[in-house]
C-alpha cells in the first residue's frame, strides 16, 4: 500500500547575473553557491581555453555557465565510418549484402 | 501510483506549438518517483524543451540504463520509441540504434551512477566517437535508490545526511567530455523551467550535444549543494 508524501512547497530560485560576473546563490537549506557566468568577449572557439577556464573557476569553488565550446567543424560518428545517408534498416538485404563477388573485390583492394 | 492511470482529457484551449500538439503530447506516465524528486523537474524540463522545439515525438528514440534517473523515459514523451538497456550500458545501446537509423533523434538519459561509476567507460567512448545523441546526466552526487551513499560526483567535503563526509575527489563529468572531443559544450544554471529555452539555444551547433544536467540531492547531501545546473556538452544538434 503507497503511503501519502508530504512535501513543503517552495518557490523556485531565479537569478538573472550580468556577464564576467559572480552570483552567490542561497538555497532553501541555507546553503550557498557560486554561479560564475563567462564574459561578454569570453571565446567559445578555444578548446583549451575552456578546459582552462572550467578548472581555474572549479578551483574557487565556482560552477562556470554559459557556452564554453563549440567546434562548428565537428565530424559524427556516421561521418567517421563513412555511412550512407540513407539509415541502414532501411536498405534492402541485397544492398548490404551485395554477395561474394563484391567481398572479393573489396579484399583486392586491401591487398 | 502506477495504479493510477493518468487521464487524457485536456482543457481544449491548451496552446498548441507549430506541429499542433499542446506539451500534453509530450507526456509520459505519472511519475513514481519520490515526491520532490529533482528528476521530475528534468522530466518537466524535456517535455518543455520537446513541445517548444516542435519536436515531433515518433522521431525521438530515448534510450536509459539503470537507475532513478533511467526510470525517467517513461514519464515523458510517451509516444516516442524507447528502451531501458542495462545498467551503464546506455552508450552502447544507443550507439547500435544510432548506426541502424541515423534519421532519428536520440536521447540518452542517464544519471552519476549510471555514466561516472558502471558507465563510465561507455560514456567516454560515445563522446570520443560523436555519436549523435543528447546526453542527460540526471546527476545529484548520491545513490538515492540504495540509501544515500556518495556517488563519484559527490564534492569532495559534502556530508552525507548522517553526516559523512565525502573524501574522494568528485568525477567532472563536463572536463572529461571536453578532454575527450566533445565539440559542443554548454554550462547553464537555470531556473526550473529555462532548460527548455537552453535547449532551443542549442538546436543551432552542427553536432550532436550531451546534456548534464546536475541538480541537488532531495535532503540527503548537506554542503555544498548546487542549484540546477545544466551542462551541454556536444557533438551533434539535430
Do not use: W
Not at chain 2, 492511470?5 to 506539451?23: D, V
Not at chain 2, 524543451?49 to 525521438?60: D, N, T
Amino acid at each position: 500500500m503507497n503511503r501519502l508524501d508530504v512535501l513543503v512547497g517552495r518557490d523556485p530560485i531565479a537569478v538573472d547575473y550580468a556577464p564576467g560576473t559572480v552570483q552567490m546563490v542561497e538555497q532553501h537549506d541555507g546553503s550557498r553557491i557560486a554561479l560564475r557566468k563567462i564574459d561578454a568577449d569570453y571565446d567559445p572557439h578555444d578548446r583549451l581555453g575552456a578546459q582552462t577556464f572550467l578548472q581555474k573557476h572549479a578551483a574557487k569553488g565556482q560552477i562556470v555557465t554559459g557556452l564554453l565550446y563549440v567546434d562548428p567543424d565537428a565530424e559524427d560518428l556516421h561521418e567517421h565510418l563513412n555511412t550512407v545517408e540513407t539509415p541502414l534498416n532501411t536498405l534492402e538485404a541485397d544492398t548490404l549484402c551485395p554477395g561474394s563477388a563484391a567481398l572479393d573485390k573489396f579484399n583486392a583492394s586491401l591487398r | 501510483m502506477t495504479y493510477i492511470a493518468k487521464p487524457k482529457f485536456h482543457h481544449p484551449g491548451l496552446k498548441k506549438n507549430e506541429l499542433g500538439y499542446t506539451h500534453r503530447d509530450y507526456e509520459g506516465k505519472i511519475s513514481t518517483l519520490c515526491a520532490g524528486c529533482g528528476h521530475d523537474s528534468i522530466t518537466a524540463s524535456i517535455i518543455e524543451a520537446c513541445y517548444e522545439l516542435s519536436i515531433e515525438p515518433h522521431r525521438v528514440a530515448k534510450i536509459s540504463g539503470i537507475g532513478c534517473s533511467s526510470k525517467t523515459p517513461d514519464y515523458f514523451l510517451g509516444n516516442s520509441h524507447g528502451f531501458n538497456s542495462v545498467h551503464g550500458r546506455m552508450p552502447s545501446v544507443l550507439t547500435g540504434a544510432n548506426l541502424a537509423n541515423r534519421d532519428l533523434i536520440y536521447l540518452g538519459v542517464s544519471g552519476d551512477g549510471d555514466s561516472a561509476s558502471i558507465g563510465f567507460g561507455q560514456f567516454a567512448h560515445s563522446i570520443r566517437r560523436g555519436v549523435n545523441m543528447t546526453y542527460i546526466v540526471e546527476n545529484n552526487g548520491v545513490y538515492g535508490l540504495t540509501k544515500g551513499q556518495f556517488s563519484a560526483t559527490a564534492d569532495r567535503g559534502s556530508k552525507s545526511k548522517k553526516g559523512v563526509t565525502n573524501t574522494d575527489n568528485a568525477i567532472d563529468l563536463v572536463a572529461i567530455a571536453l578532454q575527450l572531443g566533445a565539440d559542443f559544450r554548454r554550462a547553464l544554471v537555470l531556473r526550473r523551467q529555462d532548460p527548455a529555452r537552453a535547449a532551443d539555444r542549442g538546436r543551432d551547433p552542427p553536432q550532436g550535444r550531451v546534456v548534464h544536467r546536475r541538480h541537488q540531492p532531495l535532503h540527503r547531501i548537506q554542503q555544498p549543494r548546487r542549484l540546477d545546473q545544466e551542462l551541454r556538452l556536444c557533438p551533434r544538434a539535430q
